[in-house]
């Protein structure tokens, strides 16, 4: 055994870290019959049937192997036994012609920038291919292709270090495509292939490779190394053995180099008995290794037997425990039939939940039935209500009539301020005849100083009496005309007075009313400042307080809707006031049986008037409601953050339909663009459009400014807004007690002016009458005078006296203008009484309209709540309903376990005549198995376990005993089955060492040389050993000699035939040799040719490919051979890219 390990050892330092090529096939013309039997590579199974004994001895089993070192004696007995055999098989196979191989052989090359090729393309033959051409052409790049695309590793073609090396200078992707013949029986997956396999391999700078394993069609079949790898397998391509492929630099060493030790290394890997012997011996360690641990193992065996003996003893005394367990049998039956009667007794109350049930199904449909109604009759009311609303009409004729008074009462100003401007007139025209008068009074003087000489006496009393009369009566009409003046300017004075004094009482209530309302928001912010939800209602913080504490029918109640809800922009605040004011205080509950209890809770706190709606949770998708985007509506001007509380406002104020919009005019033109609609406006109109055409308006009320509603919508800046209102409150008083100063002052001066007014029309009337007597008076002396008088006094006379009545007329005109002017304001009171009659009226309907609507608005509500309560029930029953039909089907299920569990029962033992209760029985059963238990517990297991145990260490001693007798006896098998197979490695590797000796000799008698082949399979080497025809005569005592002394084409004629007879030991399809005449002269390399040739034609199923730089003139060539010439290197090309 020592020898053998020596001789493996000194193989595997040889082929160092290089790829081993796998184990060939054998072919069967490979075979020989010595002496009758056939000697191959196959493996042999030896199997030793044993009868099995009770004690196994495992040191019988340690017994050495069988010794293999070679014998020279032995080797010399079996080429005496066998060469007489071998030669004639040798020499009668040389005859004959060989056939054409059917899978295996290289069809076709490509090679696509490749070393220094661009694009070339082999087409070879079935049997030999010679290939020529000058140094430098690229011959050897075929042989290394077909290393590189067969999977083989770049360092073994000596060429290049890395697939990058082999790429075409200035390319960067080189590509090699072989197709390999695929036919006959032991074709390869021919249904997938076909008759040809196309192997592709490409690879790039940098660094990347891939295979493509194609159909003949070039269908790509796979991708993976594996199947290359199990297709070179099936074929026996060995691309990796040297004597398959000989390279340019193997062969120049091979054949001028190689050392008697490196061509016997050369020749057991080439033949693989290198990698045979490898697989033996670490074959051989794994037995020995194995024996080892069988040799461990069987050393528990006793150990497992007292295991057995242990559990046997327990067993035995744990058998008396067996009496005890008898009564607890009894128990089971007992406790069996006492379960089969608590689940009698529970599918009995069973029934009567679903009795119940039905009981309260009932009660919830006669609840479904009366919320029906409930919401029939609140449907009714609101259609009453809508019915009453439009009964009500509109005030448009009210709003017309109050624009035609407020027009004329303009009308009566302008007219008034007509008549002010004729008094201005007249008062001129006046003026102008009082200076007139006076003029002819002059004129008439100096007159009467003409004449007066002529009526001294008798004209001069009466001239002097119409004189005076004069005077006196210019002296009445001066008074007179200055007290009306007096008294229009005194009038004047009051009625703006008044006027003024109305405006500033008209503006003090305003501001009133703004203080009231500032006060009002002041409160409010200080509530809110102690609680958020002041504007929503009085102490709801209190309420939702309470509201967790309290037990409801359903979910808790939601509330205040407000502090869910928030305005996007400021600037539609006081619009969303005035129209979601109400509904922000209200609460939302999902049970109408919960209405009563939060009514009274909101009582209690101070909140009278709060809503409550019913609404189920349903999140329902509400986007089919939504007009397009570009329309603004209620909803999308909140911000409503609980989905709950949004769906609650669209169901009761339809606010994700609703358009708001500035004006009523912009609101009917969005209406009227959608087609129809509602839309509220900032002028608080809600403006409709009905779908089949038309529309109406109305005003809506608006908040009271003291509303805490007002607060709404407001910002959370508490301390600004208080501060604002702050202000504005400051400035409202001041001017409030401004205006009250002034009202004060001006009440004084109205009333002062009342008396003066009314003395000066007594004083007017009087001096009127006194007028009127000295006119009579003056009137009688005129005429006294005009008869005394001459003509001209009596024109002065008459033009006077026109002017006087001219003048009394203009005042008579003044006295009519001012009658006008008094009826006309006597006609503005009417029209301003009528005036401010209609506005009331106005405010009284829309107070009318306001307070039907909020009737409106709660039917609504109350008829949501219906539509909720019928919701609710309906959904209830079918709770119930789903409920019952659970109960009934525990029922069936329970009255199934009933009848399942008395079967069980009555199969397990006979009926127990009354049995107990679960619980006790199950007590006394527990206290029995306790007492087992804790005798169990002193003997480490139950009496059952310990039965197992029993049987499971004798199961686990039969098991091992029959595991160790197995594993010996195939580690014995093993044992015999590697000294066969040793024993016919070393008859394989005699027989093909003596096929090699023959062979040589026959290929050197070809050149008429004489030699043989010396093995020596103890030292490892290989020598040739060679007499040429010219050392006959000059070395006639020995005739052999050393392959050193012969000459450079002796010397590769013989490494030839060494070669040509070691491929005739090999399986593989392929011979692949490269320069293999470099050193031949002409003589050599001819009969080397030739010889080459012949064995080639010979080989059966084999394929050559030969490549050489000489030229084929002198060869004589036949059908089997190609050759392929290659183009001579391009000019100027010094070095191949092969770095």
Same mark, same amino acid.
């Given at each position: 055994?020592?020898?053998?390990?020596?001789?493996?050892?000194?193989?595997?330092?040889?082929?160092?870290?290089?790829?081993?090529?796998?184990?060939?096939?054998?072919?069967?013309?490979?075979?020989?019959?010595?002496?009758?039997?056939?000697?191959?590579?196959?493996?042999?199974?030896?199997?030793?049937?044993?009868?099995?004994?009770?004690?196994?001895?495992?040191?019988?089993?340690?017994?050495?192997?069988?010794?293999? $070192?070679?014998?020279?004696?032995?080797?010399?007995?079996?080429?005496?036994?066998?060469?007489?055999?071998?030669?004639?098989?040798?020499?009668?196979?040389?005859?004959?012609?060989?056939?054409?191989?059917?899978?295996?052989?290289?069809?076709?090359?490509?090679?696509?920038?490749?070393?220094?090729?661009?694009?070339?393309?082999?087409?070879?033959?079935?049997?030999?291919?010679?290939?020529?051409?000058?140094?430098?052409?690229?011959?050897?790049?075929?042989?290394?292709?077909?290393?590189?695309?067969?999977?083989?590793?770049?360092?073994?073609?000596?060429?290049?270090?890395?697939?990058?090396?082999?790429?075409?200078?200035?390319?960067?992707?080189?590509?090699?495509?072989?197709?390999?013949?695929?036919?006959?029986?032991?074709?390869?997956?021919?249904?997938?292939?076909?008759?040809?396999?196309?192997?592709? *391999?490409? =690879?790039?700078?940098?660094?990347?490779?891939?295979?493509?394993?194609?159909?003949?069609?070039?269908?790509?079949?796979?991708?993976?190394?594996?199947?290359?790898?199990?297709?070179?397998?099936?074929?026996?391509?060995?691309?990796?053995?040297?004597?398959?492929?000989?390279?340019?630099?193997?062969?120049?060493? =091979?054949?001028? $180099?190689?050392?008697?030790?490196?061509?016997?290394?050369? =020749?057991?890997?080439?033949?693989?008995?290198?990698? #045979?012997?490898?697989?033996?011996?670490?074959?051989?360690?794994?037995?020995?290794?194995?024996?080892?641990?069988?040799?461990?193992?069987?050393?528990?065996?006793?150990?497992?037997?007292?295991?057995? *003996?242990?559990?046997?003893?327990?067993?035995?005394?744990?058998?008396?425990?067996?009496?005890?367990?008898?009564?607890?049998?009894?128990?089971?039956?007992?406790?069996? /039939?006492?379960?089969? &009667?608590?689940?009698?007794?529970?599918?009995?109350?069973?029934?009567?939940?679903?009795?119940?049930?039905?009981?309260?199904?009932?009660?919830?449909?006669?609840?479904?039935?009366?919320?029906?109604?409930?919401?029939?009759?609140?449907?009714? &009311?609101?259609?009453?209500?809508?019915?009453?609303?439009?009964?009500?009409?509109?005030?448009?004729?009210?709003?017309?009539?109050?624009?035609?008074?407020?027009?004329?009462?303009?009308?009566?100003?302008?007219?008034?301020?007509?008549?002010?401007?004729?008094?201005?007139?007249?008062?001129?025209?006046?003026?102008?005849?009082?200076?007139?008068?006076?003029?002819?009074?002059?004129?008439?003087?100096?007159?009467?100083?003409?004449?007066?000489?002529?009526?001294?006496?008798?004209?001069?009393?009466?001239?002097?009496?119409?004189?005076?009369?004069?005077?006196?009566?210019?002296?009445?009409? !001066?008074?007179?005309?200055?007290?009306?003046?007096?008294?229009?300017?005194?009038?004047?004075?009051?009625?703006?007075?008044?006027?003024?004094?109305?405006?500033?009482?008209?503006?003090?209530?305003?501001?009133?009313?703004?203080?009231?309302?500032?006060?009002?928001?002041?409160?409010?912010?200080?509530?809110?400042?102690?609680?958020?939800?002041?504007?929503?209602?009085?102490?709801?913080?209190?309420?939702?307080?309470?509201?967790?504490?309290?037990?409801?029918?359903?979910?808790?109640?939601?509330? +205040?809707?407000?502090?869910?809800?928030?305005?996007?922009? +400021?600037?539609?605040?006081?619009?969303?006031?005035?129209?979601?004011?109400?509904?922000?205080?209200?609460?939302?509950?999902?049970?109408?049986?919960?209405?009563?209890?939060?009514?009274?809770?909101?009582?209690?706190?101070?909140?009278?008037?709060?809503?409550?709606?019913?609404?189920?949770?349903?999140?329902?998708?509400?986007?089919?409601?939504?007009?397009?985007?570009? @329309?603004?509506?209620?909803?999308?001007?909140?911000?409503?953050?609980?989905?709950?509380?949004?769906?609650?406002?669209?169901?009761?104020?339809?606010?994700?339909?609703?358009?708001?919009?500035?004006?009523?005019?912009?609101?009917?033109?969005?209406?009227?663009?959608?087609?129809?609609?509602?839309?509220?406006?900032?002028?608080?109109?809600?403006?409709?459009?009905?779908?089949?055409?038309?529309?109406?308006?109305?005003?809506?009320?608006?908040?009271?400014?003291?509303?805490?509603?007002?607060?709404?919508?407001?910002?959370?800046?508490?301390?600004?807004?208080?501060?604002?209102?702050?202000?504005?409150?400051?400035?409202?008083?001041?001017?409030?007690?401004?205006?009250?100063?002034?009202? &004060?002052?001006?009440?004084?001066?109205?009333?002062?002016?009342?008396?003066?007014?009314?003395?000066?029309?007594?004083?007017?009337?009087?001096?009127?009458?006194?007028?009127?007597?000295?006119?009579?008076?003056?009137?009688?002396?005129?005429?006294?005078?005009?008869?005394?008088?001459?003509?001209?006094?009596?024109?002065?006379?008459?033009?006077?006296?026109?002017?006087?009545?001219?003048?009394?007329?203009?005042?008579?005109?003044?006295?009519?203008?001012?009658?006008?002017?008094?009826?006309?304001?006597? !006609?503005?009171? +009417?029209?301003?009484?009528?005036?401010?009659?209609?506005?009331?009226?106005?405010?009284?309907?829309?107070?009318?309209?306001?307070?039907?609507?909020?009737?409106?608005?709660?039917?609504?509500?109350?008829?949501?709540?219906?539509?909720?309560?019928?919701?609710?029930?309906?959904?209830?029953?079918?709770?119930?309903?789903?409920?019952?039909?659970?109960?009934?089907?525990?029922?069936?299920?329970?009255?199934?376990?009933?009848?399942?569990?008395?079967?069980?029962?009555?199969?397990?033992?006979?009926? /127990?005549?009354?049995?107990?209760?679960?619980?006790?029985?199950?007590?006394?059963?527990?206290?029995?198995?306790?007492?087992?238990?804790?005798?169990?517990?002193?003997?480490?297991?139950?009496?059952?376990?310990? !039965?197992?145990?029993?049987?499971?260490?004798?199961?686990?001693?039969?098991?091992?005993?029959?595991?160790?007798?197995?594993?010996?006896?195939?580690?014995?098998?093993?044992?015999?089955?590697?000294?066969?197979?040793?024993?016919?490695?070393?008859?394989?590797?005699?027989?093909?060492?003596?096929?090699?000796?023959?062979?040589?000799?026959?290929?050197?008698?070809?050149?008429? @040389?004489?030699?043989?082949?010396?093995?020596?399979?103890?030292?490892?080497? #290989?020598?040739?050993?060679?007499?040429?025809?010219?050392?006959?005569?000059?070395?006639?005592?020995?005739?052999?000699?050393?392959?050193?002394?012969?000459?450079?084409?002796?010397?590769?004629?013989?490494?030839?035939?060494?070669?040509?007879?070691?491929?005739?030991?090999?399986?593989?399809?392929?011979?692949?040799?490269?320069?293999?005449?470099?050193?031949?002269?002409?003589?050599?390399?001819?009969?080397?040719?030739?010889?080459?040739?012949?064995?080639?034609?010979?080989?059966?199923?084999?394929?050559?490919?030969?490549?050489?730089?000489?030229?084929?003139?002198?060869?004589?060539?036949?059908?089997?051979?190609?050759?392929?010439?290659?183009?001579?290197?391009?000019?100027?090309?010094?070095?191949?890219?092969?770095?």
């Amino acid at each position: 055994m020592a020898i053998k390990r020596r001789v493996v050892e000194e193989s595997d330092s040889e082929v160092g870290g290089s790829q081993v090529a796998k184990r060939p096939r054998v072919r069967e013309s490979n075979n020989v019959e010595v002496n009758g039997l056939p000697v191959a590579s196959g493996s042999h199974t030896v199997q030793d049937k044993q009868k099995p004994s009770e004690v196994i001895d495992v040191e019988e089993e340690d017994e050495d192997i069988q010794q293999m $070192a070679p014998d020279a004696d032995e080797e010399k007995r079996f080429e005496q036994e066998h060469e007489d055999a071998i030669r004639e098989r040798v020499f009668s196979g040389q005859k004959g012609q060989g056939n054409i191989a059917e899978m295996g052989i290289i069809e076709k090359l490509e090679m696509y920038n490749f070393m220094c090729h661009k694009c070339l393309v082999f087409n070879f033959g079935p049997q030999i291919n010679f290939i020529i051409g000058h140094n430098g052409s690229g011959k050897s790049a075929v042989l290394t292709a077909l290393t590189i695309a067969l999977g083989g590793k770049a360092t073994i073609t000596g060429r290049g270090s890395g697939l990058r090396s082999f790429i075409k200078e200035g390319e960067d992707v080189a590509e090699i495509t072989v197709s390999i013949k695929n036919q006959g029986e032991d074709a390869y997956k021919p249904k997938i292939y076909g008759e040809s396999i196309l192997v592709r *391999r490409q =690879f790039s700078k940098t660094g990347s490779s891939s295979y493509k394993i194609m159909a003949k069609n070039e269908k790509v079949i796979s991708t993976k190394r594996e199947e290359l790898s199990n297709i070179c397998d099936h074929m026996n391509i060995q691309v990796d053995n040297p004597m398959n492929i000989l390279t340019q630099d193997s062969a120049r060493q =091979f054949l001028s $180099a190689s050392a008697p030790g490196d061509k016997y290394k050369f =020749f057991l890997k080439g033949t693989q008995l290198s990698q #045979l012997s490898e697989e033996y011996s670490t074959c051989m360690e794994n037995i020995v290794q194995t024996q080892k641990v069988l040799k461990n193992k069987s050393e528990i065996l006793p150990d497992l037997e007292d295991a057995l *003996r242990d559990a046997t003893q327990r067993f035995k005394e744990a058998d008396k425990a067996r009496q005890q367990k008898h009564k607890a049998d009894e128990l089971k039956k007992e406790l069996a /039939w006492a379960h089969v &009667a608590a689940k009698q007794e529970e599918y009995m109350e069973k029934l009567g939940e679903v009795e119940k049930q039905k009981k309260r199904v009932k009660k919830v449909k006669s609840s479904l039935e009366s919320a029906e109604i409930d919401q029939t009759k609140a449907e009714e &009311a609101v259609a009453e209500l809508e019915q009453e609303n439009e009964q009500l009409g509109n005030f448009e004729h009210m709003e017309q009539r109050k624009k035609e008074v407020q027009e004329e009462l303009k009308k009566n100003t302008k007219q008034l301020n007509a008549f002010k401007s004729e008094e201005r007139q007249m008062n001129d025209e006046i003026n102008e005849q009082n200076d007139y008068i006076v003029r002819l009074k002059g004129q008439m003087n100096e007159e009467t100083e003409k004449i007066a000489r002529f009526t001294q006496g008798k004209q001069e009393e009466a001239l002097r009496k119409l004189e005076e009369a004069n005077q006196s009566i210019t002296a009445t009409e !001066a008074e007179i005309s200055g007290m009306v003046d007096e008294q229009q300017r005194l009038m004047r004075e009051q009625d703006g007075t008044r006027a003024k004094g109305l405006a500033l009482e008209q503006e003090l209530g305003g501001i009133k009313q703004q203080i009231e309302a500032t006060t009002s928001q002041l409160n409010l912010i200080d509530q809110r400042e102690r609680t958020k939800l002041a504007p929503f209602g009085t102490n709801l913080d209190r309420v939702l307080a309470d509201i967790p504490q309290m037990r409801w029918h359903g979910q808790k109640p939601v509330g +205040p809707l407000g502090q869910f809800v928030k305005a996007r922009n +400021p600037r539609w605040a006081p619009l969303l006031r005035a129209r979601l004011g109400g509904a922000m205080s209200t609460f939302a509950i999902t049970d109408p049986r919960d209405r009563a209890q939060l009514d009274a809770l909101l009582k209690r706190h101070g909140n009278h008037k709060s809503n409550i709606v019913i609404s189920e949770v349903d999140l329902f998708d509400y986007s089919t409601g939504e007009p397009p985007a570009e @329309y603004t509506t209620v909803l999308r001007i909140l911000d409503i953050s609980d989905e709950y509380v949004l769906r609650i406002l669209i169901n009761s104020a339809n606010i994700e339909g609703i358009l708001v919009a500035e004006t009523r005019a912009d609101a009917d033109r969005q209406l009227q663009r959608l087609g129809r609609g509602i839309a509220w406006t900032m002028d608080f109109y809600t403006v409709h459009r009905f779908p089949e055409g038309g529309g109406q308006s109305s005003l809506a009320q608006q908040l009271r400014p003291s509303d805490p509603r007002q607060q709404l919508f407001t910002s959370d800046d508490l301390a600004g807004q208080r501060q604002r209102f702050q202000e504005q409150l400051k400035d409202a008083e001041a001017r409030h007690q401004n205006l009250s100063m002034q009202i &004060a002052e001006l009440q004084k001066t109205y009333r002062a002016s009342g008396p003066l007014i009314g003395t000066l029309k007594t004083r007017i009337a009087e001096a009127q009458r006194r007028l009127r007597a000295l006119q009579n008076t003056r009137d009688g002396l005129q005429e006294e005078v005009n008869q005394e008088l001459p003509a001209s006094m009596q024109t002065f006379q008459e033009e006077l006296k026109a002017a006087e009545e001219k003048k009394m007329a203009v005042i008579a005109q003044f006295k009519e203008l001012a009658d006008k002017k008094a009826r006309l304001d006597r !006609a503005q009171h +009417p029209l301003m009484e009528e005036r401010d009659n209609l506005r009331s009226q106005i405010n009284r309907f829309d107070q009318e309209r306001a307070a039907l609507k909020d009737k409106v608005e709660k039917a609504s509500v109350q008829r949501i709540s219906a539509q909720s309560a019928v919701a609710h029930w309906g959904k209830k029953i079918a709770e119930e309903n789903g409920k019952l039909a659970g109960l009934q089907e525990t029922a069936d299920q329970l009255e199934q376990e009933f009848q399942t569990w008395t079967g069980k029962a009555e199969e397990y033992c006979e009926q /127990w005549p009354e049995p107990r209760k679960v619980a006790e029985v199950q007590k006394n059963l527990e206290s029995i198995q306790r007492a087992l238990q804790d005798r169990e517990r002193r003997q480490g297991a139950s009496v059952e376990q310990m !039965a197992a145990e029993v049987n499971k260490r004798q199961a686990a001693l039969d098991a091992a005993k029959k595991d160790l007798k197995l594993m010996m006896q195939l580690n014995k098998s093993l044992r015999k089955s590697i000294n066969v197979r040793l024993t016919r490695w070393h008859e394989f590797r005699r027989h093909i060492a003596l096929r090699c000796k023959l062979y040589f000799g026959y290929h050197l008698s070809n050149r008429g @040389y004489n030699g043989k082949v010396l093995f020596d399979h103890i030292l490892g080497t #290989l020598q040739l050993k060679v007499q040429t025809d010219d050392q006959v005569a000059t070395q006639a005592g020995n005739r052999e000699k050393d392959p050193n002394a012969l000459s450079g084409g002796e010397k590769s004629f013989s490494t030839i035939c060494l070669l040509l007879s070691l491929w005739e030991s090999i399986g593989c399809p392929i011979r692949c040799l490269d320069e293999f005449d470099v050193f031949m002269d002409a003589v050599n390399r001819r009969i080397s040719m030739k010889m080459m040739i012949d064995t080639a034609n010979a080989s059966d199923r084999k394929q050559y490919i030969l490549i050489t730089p000489q030229d084929m003139n002198n060869i004589h060539i036949g059908a089997t051979v190609r050759v392929h010439r290659m183009t001579d290197p391009e000019r100027g090309q010094n070095t191949l890219a092969f770095n």
